[in-house]
Each structure stands twice: as structure tokens, then as C-alpha cells.
């Protein structure tokens, strides 16, 4: 990722220096730059020389693992560097750690950006979204060289000054948060559509397809819909099939529910990816669990369900109930921004974070634009699911949206993102909820009181002295 970078920065014009520890990377990387341009790229073996072949103020971008390998590289590298030089970390780095290598680095007059960058290798090579915090000098002087490779859209490069801190790695943190819950409502649809509308491989891919010209238009729904159509070169029929059904995860996505839990904020698309992936892993213990509820009486529903499905209802359905669950799953996403950004006072734009999203990035989609609109008509929106836009197309889409989550649970396949979404949607819209039963419970064990919605104030009930005193003067007189 880190060689594509520096191949789209030299491409643009800019003179760039690279170094990585391992000599070969370094002659494959200047190879590169030859046969592809040739660009303005030369290449070093040492962090010394790395460093001093750069004019002042000079800017250092690393993209090393997260974590020590990071403080390890900002340490041979500093040795080296000088007042007003900037040092900027493009990997998915825990924004705590930015904030604190921002006190250190400064100690020397150096500066700092902790710079989210999505798009994985193909987008840093042709274009990332890049979402950099922290300081805002450092980010004036690298602010053209990031608007020229930064993927480019109608109204704009996709790149912004996020805030300060570590404000560029929350949201970069946040956005791959949101990423997982697109995902697994993706494989979720095909699920369905495989399962219980028995669809082909080549049926989803051009299902996907379609989907991939209408309002789902983005690139995990183009990206599945490639996947279904590769053939598997080591045997018969589709690639697709013969994956192992584990999935794996770097972090981002456990970080994004911690935060949501530390902020109470409700996430439960998010937090129900997160948990789908952990349950992939165990794959032996579902294996056997399949075999043990099989011996025990389980009968499998999908096929009498199957058998009385309209085909073509149920595509429109899914694709009504994946539109619906994403909608949820991205107001999930922005209300943590919107907790956090009060929290630290980074003053964030969510308007303008779904814009820089448009384009270069992983959950860039066409309804990203409507979503940044929202922010615009609406700076203190509470939700999108309350933009009036929005909430019209969630009322049109709930029909449909519960006819897929109701045959899934007949049919025994789990749709957990989109039941999460639902169920938040539907929490979400209700003005009276059954919070009012777990508070008196809480009140009863705990004298933890509550409120009345008649009268102000706090108030405390002796719930079982009461109840037994009623208990007692109900047999009273019956007798």
C-alpha cells in the first residue's frame, strides 16, 4: 500500500523519496516507477539518508503495522529530523496512540498527522479517500500534494482536514466500522437469495449488477457482483464456493463497538458484524453443532420455504431490506462521529465526512451524496433515519424489509445485521417503549428510582412491601 502511495504522489509530479527496511522492496519500488512513468522517485536504504534527501519542512509519510512498529519507525526516523518537520501515519493506527506520539514528537518541534487512508492497494495508487487529524501546519504543508491524490469527485478531492488529535484515525476507525456492517448485510442478502431463493452464481452476479445501477450503486455491491462470476481454476465451478467460511479482521471493527459502548451509542449493526465474524471462527464447533441439533429432532425449514417463494418478489424485497438496513447502519456510524467530535471537541462535519467518502474509499456509494446533503439541509440532525428524505424511503422499504427478516427466521437462515437494523429502526421510531418495566425492576432490586411522566422529580417505590400488602388484602377478601 505504502509503495502505491508513493507511486500515485510521484505520478502527480511531486519529487518523493522512499525507504523500508527491506533493501528489495526498495529496488521493486524504483522498478516500479521506471516501467510505469518514469516518475520523480528515488529510492534509500537507510532512515539517514531517507530523511536527509528531503528539503525542509520536510513530510514523512509511514505506513507500517499499528502499534510498536510505528513508535519504532517515528524513532529512527526522528533521530534525523528537525524543527517544523512533519511525520504523518497513514495506518489504522488507535487514535489514543496518535495523540500521544503528537505530545512526544512535539517536545522536538515535529510535527504530526494521523492520517486514515481508504481504499486499500488499488486506491492508493489510483486515488484514496484520506481522512488526516492533528495538526493543522502540518496539514497546510502537504495539503496540495493530498487534494492531487486523493480520489477526485464532482464536488471536490476526497480529502478534508478532519480535526485535530486524533480525529483523522477515529474516523477512519469508525468508517471501517461501517464497512463491516455493509458487508455482512451483503452476504446476508445472498444468503437469502442463494438459500431460499435458490439463485445461482450466475444469477447473484447479475442480480448484484443491476443492484450496482440503481440506489445500492457502490463498490462492495460492484465488487460482489464481480466475485460471483470467477471460475475456480482448481476445480470445477465458481471461486466463491470453495472459500472457507471464516472471515478474518484487523481491529477496527471492535474498536468501533468499544467506542460506541464508552459513548452509549447504540451500534447494534455494527456490534452484530463484529460478532458474525467472531462466530465464523468457529467453524469445528458449528460443524459439530449442525451434526448434535441434527441427531436431536432440528429440521432444516429452508426447503418448504423455498418452495413457496416468488422468485422475483423476494430480489426486490432483499434489495428493499438492504437499502433499508445500510441506511441504519451508516446513521449508526455518524452518530458515534457526532458523540465523539462532542466529546473532544473536534467540531467534526459529518456532511463533509460522507462527501470525502464518495470516491477512492471502500463504502464509497451514490447514496453517500444524499447522505451528505441530509448533513447540509440539517447541520444537528439527530439521525438519518429522521431526515425527511430518508425517512420516506424507510416507511416505503419496512414492508419489505420484514418480509425478508420474516421468511429468513422461518427458513432458519440468520440475518442478525439486518434483524439489528430493524429492530433499531423500530426502537428508533417508537415514542413509547417497555424501559419503563426495567426501570421499576431496577427501582425494586436496586433503589436505583425513576421518573414519572406525569410529575417531575425522582421517585422510590417499596415494589414487594406493596405488592405483598396487595397479595395480602386480595385474600383478605376473598375470604
Request: hydrophobic share 40%; aromatic share 8%; proline share 3%.
Amino acid at each position: 500500500m505504502g509503495q502505491n502511495l508513493a507511486l500515485n504522489i510521484a505520478e502527480k509530479g511531486f519529487p518523493i523519496s522512499v525507504y523500508n527496511r527491506t533493501t528489495s522492496k526498495v529496488d521493486e519500488t524504483l522498478q516500479r516507477a521506471q516501467n510505469e512513468g518514469p516518475f520523480p522517485l528515488s529510492g534509500h536504504y537507510t532512515p539517514r539518508d531517507f530523511v536527509l534527501s528531503l528539503q525542509r519542512p520536510r513530510s514523512v509519510i509511514i505506513l507500517v503495522k499499528a502499534g510498536s512498529p510505528v513508535d519504532q519507525t517515528i524513532a529512527a526516523l526522528s533521530e534525523h529530523m528537525e524543527s517544523g518537520d512533519c511525520i504523518i501515519d497513514g495506518g489504522n493506527e488507535w487514535y489514543e496512540n496518535t495523540e500521544r506520539r503528537i505530545q512526544e514528537v512535539s517536545n522536538r518541534g515535529i510535527l504530526y498527522l494521523g492520517m486514515g487512508v481508504s481504499g486499500g492497494e488499488e486506491g492508493a495508487r489510483n486515488g484514496p479517500s484520506l481522512m488526516p487529524g492533528g495538526s493543522f501546519e502540518a496539514y497546510n504543508n502537504i495539503k496540495d500534494i493530498l487534494e492531487k491524490v486523493a480520489a477526485q469527485v464532482e464536488d471536490g478531492p476526497c480529502v478534508t482536514y478532519i480535526g485535530e488529535g486524533g480525529a483523522g484515525n477515529f474516523v477512519k476507525m469508525v468508517h471501517n466500522g461501517i464497512e463491516y456492517g455493509d458487508m455482512q448485510l451483503i452476504s446476508e442478502a445472498y444468503d437469502v437469495l442463494k438459500n431460499v431463493g435458490g439463485l445461482s452464481n450466475e444469477e447473484l452476479g447479475e442480480i448484484f449488477g443491476e443492484w450496482n445501477r440503481g440506489e445500492l450503486e457502490s463498490f462492495l455491491i460492484e465488487i460482489t457482483s464481480d466475485i460471483f462470476k470467477v471460475k475456480d481454476d482448481l476445480a470445477d465451478g465458481e471461486l466463491v464456493d470453495k472459500i472457507l467460511d471464516k472471515t478474518g479482521m484487523k481491529g477496527t471493527g471492535k474498536w468501533t463497538v468499544q467506542q460506541a459502548a464508552e459513548l452509549s451509542v447504540a451500534a447494534p449493526t455494527i456490534a452484530a458484524s463484529l460478532d458474525c465474524r467472531y462466530l465464523s471462527g468457529l467453524k469445528e464447533e458449528r460443524e459439530n453443532a449442525a451434526e448434535i441439533l441434527k441427531e436431536a429432532g432440528l429440521k432444516e425449514e429452508v426447503g418448504a420455504v423455498k418452495s413457496g417463494i416468488d422468485k422475483k418478489r423476494l430480489i426486490d424485497d432483499v434489495r428493499q431490506a438492504l437499502y433499508a438496513s445500510k441506511i441504519c447502519s451508516y446513521a449508526q456510524g455518524m452518530n458515534l462521529l457526532r458523540a465523539k467530535s462532542i466529546e473532544k471537541g473536534w467540531n467534526l462535519n459529518l456532511g463533509e465526512m460522507a462527501r470525502i467518502w464518495k470516491g477512492g474509499c471502500i463504502i464509497r456509494a451514490v447514496f453517500l451524496d444524499r447522505i451528505k446533503q441530509a448533513y447540509q439541509r440539517n447541520p444537528n440532525l439527530a439521525s438519518l433515519i429522521v431526515d425527511p428524505e430518508f425517512a420516506k424511503e424507510m416507511v416505503q422499504r419496512q414492508a419489505a424489509w420484514r418480509r425478508v427478516v420474516g421468511t429468513a427466521i422461518s427458513a432458519g437462515i440468520s440475518t442478525p445485521g439486518m434483524c439489528a437494523s430493524l429492530a433499531y429502526f423500530d426502537t428508533y421510531r417508537r415514542a413509547r417503549l417497555p424501559a419503563n418495566l426495567v426501570q421499576a425492576q431496577r427501582d425494586l432490586f436496586g433503589a436505583h428510582t425513576y421518573e414519572r411522566v406525569d410529575r417531575p422529580g425522582a421517585f422510590h417505590t417499596e415494589w414487594t412491601k406493596l405488592a405483598r400488602n396487595s397479595n395480602a388484602a386480595g385474600v383478605h377478601a376473598l375470604n
